[in-house]
């Protein structure tokens, strides 16, 4: 496994992050800014991909609207902490289809999990009155 194109996104993701106090809150390109950014031809041949993941931060960069940090008052959207941030990054690593037991028992019988458990936060599921797993949107 090539580790480069992940090490890449976690280099820009911590650098988003440690600087998300001193980030201006609203973005700094408007709508045409961000297709010319992210526009352009495909490459006739396969690039990197570690290059491609430091292209799309730098790209996507300007479009970016500091909504995690502690000087935005837009909207109640939440914030990503450390935690969660790295629990996401560890289920999309995973990459489990949550459907059948036989494709992700992990995903499929949290059930037996103490409902004051941890863990429930971190996978996603949330129990609404002992009738069982939930999205928590109901």
């Known amino acids: 496994m ?3 194109a992940l090490d890449a996104a976690y280099a820009a993701a911590a650098r988003y992050l ?5 980030r201006p ?8 800014a961000m297709r010319t950014a992210l526009a352009g031809p495909l490459p006739e041949q396969g690039e ?16 970016i609207v500091a909504s995690g940090g502690p000087r935005f008052f837009g909207f109640v959207i939440g914030g990503s902490v450390p ?14 289809n949550a459907g059948l037991f036989v494709l ?3 995903s499929t ?25 939930t999205s928590g949107s109901t």
């Open 2 to 4: 090539d580790r480069a």
């Open 18 to 22: 440690e600087g998300l106090h001193a």
């Open 25 to 32: 809150v609203g973005s700094a390109a408007d709508a045409a």
């Open 48 to 63: 990197p991909a570690a290059r491609i993941v430091e292209e799309l931060a730098r790209k996507a960069d300007p479009g």
């Open 83 to 96: 935690a969660a941030l790295a629990a996401d990054w560890l289920t999309t690593a995973w990459d489990q």
């Open 104 to 106: 992700s028992p992990q």
């Open 109 to 133: 019988e949290p059930t037996g999990l103490n409902r004051d458990s941890s863990a429930g936060a971190a996978s996603g599921i949330a129990h609404r009155s002992g009738s069982g797993p």
